[in-house]
């Protein structure tokens, strides 16, 4: 992490002896900006290379979805399963004729850190207040698991179309307009 910051701070040095126009400057920091965003995806990559057991994660935000069925009155039960993808036991809300794993994928954590990287990535100073973002796009992830649940129940039909497309653009959506009001305030 020290060598990425000295080559940082050798890059800004460097960008100050030479010339540059307007538009290289531009494309220079938009170069900075993305590979700043991809150092956020570093946490994702360690814990999957090194099958970290996100279980606690799991079982709380199923628990959070579970609850809010039981408040809406669907028909559910929260069992466990093992993970053909990691090997770890799972959370498993089952309503209707389908199951859903909430498996270490499921957890929201990608969202987090794409808006962490999204907000670290941008030259904006005050990070400290894009914080307050993190519990929302936590959030948003338990309603998902809730909304997934009312469809297995009514819709099982449908589950794979609703994960699979609305919820994956949706959250992408979510977190890019979170960090554009952000960036903006």
Known sequence: ?????????????????????????????????????????????????????????????????????????????????????????????????ESLGIDRACTGLAPMLAFLGLVIASPKNNKKKALVYLPAIFSLNIIRLFILGIVSWQAPSMIEIIHSLLWSFGLVLAVFLLWAKWFKS
């Open 1 to 97: 992490m020290l060598r990425i910051l000295i080559l940082g701070l050798k890059i800004t040095r460097l960008k100050k002896m030479i010339k540059l126009t307007v538009f290289q400057k531009k494309i220079i920091r938009l170069i900075e900006f993305f590979a700043i965003l991809s150092l956020a995806s570093i946490p994702l990559y360690l814990i999957n290379a090194l099958n970290i057991n996100l279980y606690p994660i799991q079982y709380f935000e199923a628990s959070c979805a579970s609850l809010m069925l039981n408040l809406f009155s669907v028909p559910h039960v929260l069992t466990e399963a093992i993970s053909y993808d990691t090997g770890y036991e799972m959370p498993v809300i089952t309503a209707g004729t």
